[in-house]
């Protein structure tokens, strides 16, 4: 186990601010969302990504503001600025 406070991984698939995070409920995965209007999910070890929504393009607003896995981690919530909330499959 590292020492407490050593970073273990940086993320820097965005091309916009980062405006949230969520762990995946198996702790394996990271989901952020972004002023990309794109919600990346990626390994926490590794930073890979493994997925990019990309479903709020269309939004004429600047950024996805929110994120979250549901509890089976099979599906992810992501809330735009248009007042839109997106349910969408993962797993």
């Given amino acids: 186990m590292p020492a407490r406070g050593t970073l273990l991984t ?24 972004s002023w990309d209007k794109t919600v990346h999910v990626w390994e926490a070890v590794s930073g890979r990504t493994t997925y990019i ?4 393009a269309q939004s004429l607003y600047d950024f996805v503001e929110a994120v979250a ?7 992810i919530v992501s809330g735009n600025e248009d007042h839109t909330a997106h349910i969408w499959t993962f797993a």
């Fill in 10 to 33: 940086v993320y820097a698939g965005h091309t916009e601010r980062v405006s949230a995070v969520g762990w995946s409920p198996d702790g394996h995965c990271v989901a952020s969302s």
């Fill in 53 to 56: 929504y990309r479903g709020h």
């Fill in 69 to 75: 896995w549901s509890p089976d981690g099979s599906r």
